[in-house]
């Protein structure tokens, strides 16, 4: 089977940098992603790790390291619009193609 | 491009009735999948479809729930019977394939009453 973890909740204030981290298990990888969610909307695409690594994208990077099964999202210069929760989502083959999604780090950003 | 539509937004059902829930992938997508949603909670796979086939269905209740993917015409998930239990946010997401990004649709809030 797989097994997602990510912290429940994370507060940080504007301008700040934030990680929120990602640890997983599974038989069958074949790829990460990070989305955000925002309440009550759908969730949308942040990120795409397969390889080891650091994957940036403007403010945000996320990073993989398939050995350790762990990964990173890193938000940079913090918005008050980056409230939300993020999602970490495992590609497995495992069975068959499929994304699980871990239950997700709801973000608090103060003023 | 439309991207993901789902309807309808929100389906207010008493227990015992039946839920439809559509969802029209992003042109060119071949790939859906339904997601279920409780309040602070994180996304639960349900089923993975492609056109005309059940591929995954591992995360679906053997009972009152079925989903399809017609070969014309949107994805449907329906729920029979339905029950207190069944409220919440279900997604469904498209893709092109594998190792590509899953874009969502906004959702279908079922509240049963």
């Known amino acids: 089977g797989q097994n997602i973890d990510q912290p429940t909740e994370m507060t940080a204030t504007e301008g700040a940098i934030v990680q929120i981290n990602c640890t997983y298990q599974?038989?069958?990888?074949?790829?990460l992603f990070w989305y955000q969610q925002h309440a009550g909307e759908a969730p949308t695409f942040l990120s795409y790790?397969?390889?080891?690594g650091l994957e940036e994208k403007g403010r945000f990077s996320s990073f993989l390291s398939r050995s350790k099964g762990y990964s990173y999202l890193l938000l940079k210069e913090l918005q008050m619009k980056d409230s939300a929760s993020y999602l970490c989502?495992?590609?497995?083959?495992?069975?068959?193609?499929?994304?699980?999604f871990g239950t997700g780090t709801r973000l608090k950003v103060l003023a | 491009n439309a991207g993901v539509m789902q309807n309808p937004r929100h389906l207010v059902r008493r227990r015992g009735q039946e839920a439809r829930l559509r969802c029209s992938p992003m042109?060119?997508?071949?790939?859906v999948y339904w997601y279920r949603q409780l309040p602070e909670e994180g996304l639960k796979f349900m089923v993975y479809?492609?056109?005309?086939?059940?591929?995954?269905e591992s995360g679906m209740p053997k009972e009152r729930f079925s989903a399809e993917f017609p070969k014309e015409g949107p994805s449907i998930l329906r729920i029979q019977q339905v029950v207190r239990g069944d409220s919440a946010a279900y997604f469904c997401?498209?893709?092109?394939?594998?190792?590509?990004?899953?874009?969502f649709g906004q959702g279908t809030r079922l509240t049963v009453v």
């Open positions: 997401a498209s893709s092109t394939g594998e190792n590509t990004e899953a874009f």
């Open positions: 599974t038989s069958g990888f074949n790829g």
């Open positions: 790790n397969v390889l080891d």
């Open positions: 989502a495992l590609v497995t083959t495992s069975g068959t193609y499929k994304y699980i």
């Open positions: 042109k060119g997508h071949s790939h």
């Open positions: 479809l492609q056109k005309e086939n059940i591929i995954d």
